[in-house]
């Protein structure tokens, strides 16, 4: 299959109550599309909870591993976790939404998807 970069930029625009407003911003060949999204923070991958899992990764069905990244080296608990469609891997860090790195596979082979954080910053 034919690769292409990707870059996506999350962000936490406003917060109301339990709620906060995701900006996620998504450019692909040099054309941006943008959307936003109010989650529950209870659905937020906090840094309590990031921390919980790195701490206890092999209990939660993970293995420790430090993956090098354009935004450092990073210690990660990398989770399989499989769906209708595919089967993914998920290295989990101390890293803004929690997530350093992504790759899923289409059962059927039709796709791969793979993200590697390259940046952590702070809004505005």
């Not at 990707?6 to 407003?21: D, F, N, P, R």
């Not at 935004?71 to 860090?93: F, H, K, P, R």
């Amino acid at each position: 299959g034919q690769a292409f970069p990707v870059q996506i930029e999350q962000s936490i625009t406003q917060a109301s109550g339990t709620a906060m407003l995701v900006a996620t911003v998504q450019r692909v060949n040099g054309e941006a599309q943008s959307e936003q999204e109010w989650v529950e923070t209870d659905e937020l991958m906090t840094n309590a909870k990031v921390n919980a899992l790195l701490q206890n990764c092999a209990a939660n069905g993970g293995r420790s591993e430090v993956i090098s990244t354009a935004a450092g080296n990073l210690n990660t608990c990398v989770l399989q976790m499989a769906g209708d469609e595919s089967q993914g891997t998920y290295w989990i860090a101390d890293v803004p939404f929690g997530l350093a790195k992504a790759r899923e596979v289409a059962h059927d082979g039709s796709f791969t998807f793979e993200a590697t954080i390259a940046h952590m910053g702070h809004g505005n």
